[in-house]
């Protein structure tokens, strides 16, 4: 019997991360795309490996990939999205903190998704009703938390809102300070930290629409019951977008309150 979708993104994740593993340590060459990216001989070869999988299981289905791209129609019902190793310049440096990415979008919409960390061989993974995590074997729900007061942001460029968000003046607001405590884990990975309560938000002006990075992220979030919004607190794929995932609601006002600072200032 062939695997259901779900348990389909789980494997085709592990094929992955086991991948990124295996070259952890190793002399790392980059190969140059554009600007500061570049991929590595681990994204490549993580890459083929969870395509292999996937087209094994499911030939018919489109698959989109950060590094050979679309194959397949982009108008297809069922369409994978492949992240293989999204904190590749972490990676790269020898940093532990990255996130091996594969999710489902079945006639626009996310339906299952899984998000490997290699490292800690965790599973974080979702079927569209409720949200996980698997160590050996065991799957424990994930209950989103703002105990912690952590809150992730992403401070890569592009910028494209910048006249009216800078993440970096986010960090710099005097209500900011007062309530939250930055981390820049540079990953994906921070999105199902979100989603398991080890971080109480994630801001990001990143573009999410139709991205591989973040396109598994954001379904454990949603199916986790945080909060996922743009950064002006409408639905993330309307108004200014990008992105504000907060494990409660009372979080995700406080943050696009100070986000809101920021526009009436400028």
């Given at each position: 019997m062939s695997l259901v979708d779900a348990d389909l993104a789980i494997q085709a994740a592990r094929a992955g991360a086991a991948v990124v593993r295996s070259h952890y340590g190793t002399p790392v060459a980059r190969i140059a795309k554009s600007g500061w990216d570049f991929a590595t001989a681990a994204d490549i070869e993580a890459e083929a490996a969870i395509l292999a999988v996937l087209r094994a299981a499911r030939p018919e289905d489109a698959l989109l990939a950060e590094e050979s791209g679309l194959s397949?129609?982009?108008?297809?019902?069922?369409?994978?999205?492949?992240?293989?190793?999204?904190?590749?310049?972490?990676?790269?440096?020898?940093?532990?903190?990255?996130?091996?990415?594969?999710?489902?979008?079945?006639?626009?919409?996310?339906v299952v998704a899984a998000a490997a960390?290699?490292?800690?061989?965790?599973?974080?993974?979702?079927?569209?009703?409720?949200?996980?995590?698997?160590?050996?074997?065991?799957?424990?729900?994930?209950t989103p938390s703002a105990e912690s007061a952590l809150v992730d942001v992403n401070l890569d460029p592009p910028y494209?809102?910048?006249?009216?968000?800078?993440?970096?003046?986010?960090?710099?607001?005097?209500?900011?300070?007062?309530?939250?405590?930055?981390?820049?884990?540079?990953?994906?990975l921070a999105l199902a930290w979100v989603a398991a309560g080890r971080r109480a938000a994630y801001v990001t002006d990143g573009q999410p629409r139709d991205s591989v990075?973040?396109?598994?992220?954001?379904?454990?979030?949603?199916?986790?019951?945080?909060?996922?919004?743009?950064?002006?607190?409408?639905?993330?794929?309307?108004?200014?977008?990008?992105?504000?995932?907060?494990?409660?609601?009372?979080?995700?006002?406080?943050?696009?309150a100070l986000i809101a600072q920021q526009r009436e200032s400028a």
């Open positions: 397949g129609s982009a108008g297809d019902r069922r369409v994978w999205l492949v992240d293989p190793l999204c904190g590749t310049l972490n990676f790269a440096v020898h940093t532990m903190l990255v996130s091996v990415n594969v999710a489902l979008r079945v006639d626009g919409k996310v960390d290699p490292f800690a061989q965790e599973v974080f993974w979702t079927d569209g009703t409720g949200a996980w995590v698997r160590r050996a074997g065991t799957d424990q729900r994930l494209p809102n910048e006249r009216v968000f800078r993440a970096a003046r986010l960090l710099a607001q005097q209500g900011f300070a007062e309530r939250f405590r930055p981390r820049v884990v540079s990953t994906s990075h973040f396109a598994a992220g954001i379904a454990l979030c949603a199916a986790a019951g945080c909060v996922v919004t743009g950064i002006d607190g409408q639905p993330w794929g309307s108004g200014l977008g990008r992105l504000v995932a907060a494990a409660d609601a009372g979080t995700h006002a406080e943050l696009v």
